[in-house]
């Protein structure tokens, strides 16, 4: 094999590996129950979710395991009793987090340390994003919700790659879900990612999508 044709394998590997990810995967709604997830594989999720992408490397976000059964039947309560909560190995509660500008410093901080980003990056990332973002709700929810969002696909695939079954859910009450993990005030739920064994007997499949030409259009 010539030093030319290795990249070139590589991504065709990659390429099918990847096709066959997102043509197999599918919104998990029921799990083998009385199943769990061992801290390492739940930390090992989160740190490939958390190479997601985000405006200006801002990391807005943040994520909540809800593995033991009490925390799991308090979560079922806000998302109005949909059950794969309850059989789940975990649910991560998706958050985003506002005024995100004010620790972007901070999480610029270890890219600069190791010489990743000149430190007068860092200062003009975070004039930016401090004259944009203040007092803008709306900007900051927006990327509350970005950033979230990238973060549930990312944990989804990690989750389907290690194996196991993913879910998204927005069929929560908000206001209550908040009460009920005691979010911070700079805090907004996104998006609920179950994660969990499938069911054995299961034949769902994926469901159709939109023709290609149908959401493509050229500029
Ligand atoms: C933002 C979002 C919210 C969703 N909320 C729920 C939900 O609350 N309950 C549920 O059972 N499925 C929920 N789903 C799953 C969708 O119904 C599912 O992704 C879609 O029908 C496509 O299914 P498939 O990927 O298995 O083909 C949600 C999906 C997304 C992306």
Same mark, same amino acid.
């Given at each position: 094999?010539?030093?030319?044709?290795?990249?070139?394998?590589?991504?065709?590997?990659?390429?099918?590996?990847?096709?066959?990810?997102?043509?197999?995967?599918?919104?998990?709604?029921?799990?083998?129950?009385?199943?769990?997830?061992?801290?390492?594989?739940?930390?090992?999720?989160?740190?490939?979710?958390?190479?997601? /992408?985000?405006?200006?490397?801002?990391?807005?976000?943040?994520? &909540?395991?809800?593995?033991?059964?009490?925390?799991?039947? %308090?979560? !079922?309560?806000?998302?109005?009793?949909?059950?794969?909560?309850?059989?789940?190995?975990?649910?991560? &509660? &998706?958050?985003?987090?506002?005024?995100?500008?004010?620790?972007?410093?901070?999480?610029? !901080?270890?890219?600069?340390?190791?010489?990743?980003?000149?430190?007068?990056?860092?200062?003009?990332?975070?004039?930016?994003?401090?004259?944009?973002?203040?007092?803008?709700?709306?900007?900051?929810?927006?990327?509350?919700? %970005?950033?979230?969002?990238?973060?549930?696909?990312?944990?989804?695939?990690?989750?389907?790659?290690?194996?196991?079954?993913?879910? /998204?859910?927005?069929?929560?009450?908000?206001?209550?879900?908040? @009460?009920?993990?005691?979010?911070?005030?700079?805090?907004?739920?996104?998006?609920?990612?179950?994660?969990?064994? /499938?069911?054995?007997?299961?034949? %769902?499949?994926?469901?159709? %999508? @939109?023709?290609?030409?149908?959401?493509?259009?050229?500029?």
């Amino acid at each position: 094999m010539t030093a030319q044709s290795q990249p070139l394998a590589q991504t065709e590997l990659n390429l099918q590996s990847f096709t066959a990810l997102m043509e197999n995967r599918i919104s998990t709604g029921r799990y083998q129950s009385g199943q769990s997830l061992d801290q390492q594989s739940i930390e090992t999720l989160i740190r490939l979710t958390s190479l997601s /992408p985000s405006a200006y490397n801002l990391q807005n976000w943040r994520f &909540i395991a809800v593995q033991s059964a009490e925390a799991k039947a %308090r979560l !079922q309560a806000q998302a109005y009793g949909q059950p794969q909560i309850a059989s789940a190995a975990v649910t991560f &509660i &998706i958050c985003g987090t506002l005024n995100a500008h004010r620790q972007l410093h901070t999480a610029l !901080q270890p890219s600069v340390d190791s010489g990743i980003l000149p430190a007068k990056v860092q200062q003009s990332w975070v004039d930016a994003a401090t004259q944009t973002h203040t007092d803008n709700p709306q900007l900051q929810r927006d990327e509350a919700f %970005r950033s979230a969002s990238l973060a549930a696909m990312t944990l989804m695939l990690a989750a389907e790659s290690m194996g196991l079954a993913a879910g /998204p859910m927005s069929g929560f009450d908000a206001e209550g879900l908040n @009460k009920a993990f005691q979010l911070d005030t700079d805090e907004v739920p996104v998006m609920l990612v179950t994660v969990g064994y /499938p069911e054995k007997e299961s034949n %769902r499949q994926q469901k159709r %999508r @939109k023709p290609v030409a149908d959401v493509l259009s050229y500029a």
